[in-house]
Each structure stands twice: as C-alpha cells, then as structure tokens.
C-alpha cells in the first residue's frame, strides 16, 4: 500500500484547521466578545484542540477505539462552554437552552451507539494502516476537530450570539418538528439494523426490514433531516454572515451522501452482493435516502437480504 507523503497529511491538517477557525471567524462577527476574538473561534479552537489532545494517546497506543467517543466529547464541551458563555452575558434565553438540549441529545445518543459498536467489533479497518502513520492520524483527529466545528455551527451561532433573541416563533417551531422527526428516524433506523444483526438467521445478510424497506440509508436522512432543524431553529437570530449557518446541514448532506457515508457503503456492499439478483433487485427498487414506496413489485425477490 503506498504510503501518503507526510507534508501532505500536515498540509491538510492545516487546511482543515484554517477552515474551521476561518468559518468561526465568518459566521462569529456577531458574537460574545472573548478577550481579542469572538466567542464562536474560541469554540472552534477548543474542537480542534480536544481532538489534538486526543491524539497523542491514541498514537502512543496506536488505537481508534476512543475516536467516536473523542467526538461527541467535543460536541459537549462546546454546548457547555456556549451556554457558559451565554450565561456569563445574561443571554441564557429558551431558544439557547433548546438548541443545545437538540444537539447535546443527539451527542449522547449516536456517541454511546458508536462506542458500543467499536468496543464489540474491537477495532475499525479504516484505520487499520492510518493509525501506523502519526501524520495520517493527525490529520484524521483534525478533521473530526473540523466536522464538530462544522456541523455545530448553526447551533453555536445561535449560543453566542451577542444580542438577546427575538420570543419563540413558527420558525421555532418548525425547526423543532424537522428535529423530533429526523431524530425518531435515526434512532429507529439504528435500532432495527441492531436487532437485525443479532438474530443468527440474518449474519451475512442485507436488512430490508422496517424503514430500510422504504430506504438504502434511513439513518442518514435522520441526520441530515435533524440538523436541518437545528438550523431552521436558529432562522430567526441569524443576520447577515451568521446565515452562514446554514453550511451546517449542508455539510452533513453533502458528507454523508457523497465523501464517508453512502459511497463506501454502497462500494462495499456491491463488493459483496453484487452478483446477487435480489440485492441489485432491491437497490433498483429502494430509495437511496430519502423514505419511500419501492418504485417497482419485487413479486418476493427480498424474503431474506444481507446487512451493509
């Protein structure tokens, strides 16, 4: 396997750090002053430097069982220090208070399942030659640092922004429906992949059971649906480059569906069931995100299928 040059891992570790400080700064220009920056950089340096922190056991120990839960730890320390922020500066309002309820919900709930599956699978063969490598591995940590300031953005901007917020309103309400529903969707769709997998029957197969009959990737349209209501929440304080917002759900969107979500699970997928009528069936006839009825009768084409 060759091996990535180490001034490009560095090089890239360096654009995500610059992306992530530099959309702060953007989107932040209304924030809670803290000392000569905003309170919204100071949040996307500490995203960046829990996960650098993070990194130097996990190389010393040459593991990734603590990159999930190092994630949801940096979710959690920005909505802490958000509201602490707020706090500090009387802005302790509903919607602060709502808006970090949804997003530290959602850290909770995806970081234990994700822990839980790494601890039981015991490692991750994406990272299998990444983490020989620290400047790989460096760079991986970065990302995560970036992908925690990325897509919490839309929540943080409403946490700190300086000025108190317009009373709770349709858009509000709005926001909160879209989140309830992704988030019911993504739970459910995990569960019944979980369950799935248990039964001995189903050890090597697809799952077309329950929501995953009505689409390829239910839990990823829970997410993206989620987090488009974390930004709708938000519609009524963002003004002027806070609307930068809403490179928040774009974000999950375009990462799910075109970088490290959907491709290499449909790569691996057809890797493995390729050849099999009733998966190519299936994949013809299912949506890929978004829920739906199959496009065409599968006339009992689907009565047992293997698991991605």
Request: aromatic share 12%; proline share 6%; net charge neutral.
């Given at each position: 396997?060759?091996?990535t040059?180490?001034?490009?891992s560095?090089?890239e ?11 702060a700064?953007v989107?932040?220009?209304s924030s809670?002053p803290?000392?000569p920056t905003s ?14 922190l993070a990194?130097v056991p996990a190389y010393r120990l ?6 999930d ?5 940096g979710?959690?320390a920005v909505?802490?220090l958000?509201?602490?922020f ?5 802005l302790?309002e509903?919607r ?5 309820t949804m997003?530290g ?7 234990s399942?994700?822990?839980r599956?790494i ?7 994406r990272?299998d030659?990444?983490k020989q ?6 760079m991986v940590?970065?990302?995560q640092g970036l992908w925690?300031s ?9 946490l ?5 917020g317009?009373?709770l309103g ?5 926001g909160i429906a879209l ?6 969707v993504?739970?459910?769709?995990d569960?019944?992949?979980t ?6 029957e189903?050890q090597g ?8 009959a009505y689409?390829q ?9 989620l987090w488009?209501?974390v ?12 609307w930068?917002?809403?490179l ?6 375009v990462l799910l569906t ?6 290499p699970l449909?790569e691996?997928?057809l890797?493995l069931?390729g050849?099999?009528?009733?998966y190519?069936?299936?994949r ?8 739906g009825?199959r ?5 009992g084409?689907?009565d047992s299928?293997?698991?991605?």
């Open positions: 396997m060759s091996q040059p180490p001034t490009r560095l090089a570790s360096a654009v995500a750090t610059a992306v992530a400080l530099g959309l700064l989107g932040g220009q809670i803290i000392g309170a919204l950089v100071a949040l996307a340096m500490v995203s960046l430097a829990i996960q650098w990194f040459r593991t990734e069982r603590y990159f839960a190092m994630g949801s730890v979710f959690l909505l802490t958000g509201l602490v707020a706090a500090s500066n009387d302790l509903t602060r208070i709502v808006v970090a997003v919900l959602w850290t909770l709930r995806l970081g399942f994700l822990f599956r601890h039981k699978a015991g490692s991750d063969p990272f030659h990444i490598d620290p400047f790989r591995f460096f940590w970065s990302l925690v990325l897509t919490a953005m839309a929540a943080l901007i409403v700190v922004d300086s000025q108190p317009p009373a349709m858009w509000d309400a709005l989140w309830v529903l992704g988030f019911v993504e739970v459910i769709a569960h019944q992949k369950v799935f997998r248990r039964e001995p189903n197969r697809w799952i077309d059971k329950g929501l995953w689409s990737h239910p839990n990823y349209f829970g997410e993206i649906l488009t209501g930004f709708v929440t938000g519609a009524a304080v963002y003004d002027g480059l806070q930068c917002a809403v928040s759900p774009l974000f999950v969107a075109r970088i490290s979500g959907i491709p449909d691996r997928a890797e069931w050849d099999d009528p009733a190519l069936t299936y013809q006839t299912t949506n890929v995100l978004v829920p009825p496009s065409l009768s599968t006339d084409a689907h299928k293997p698991s991605d």
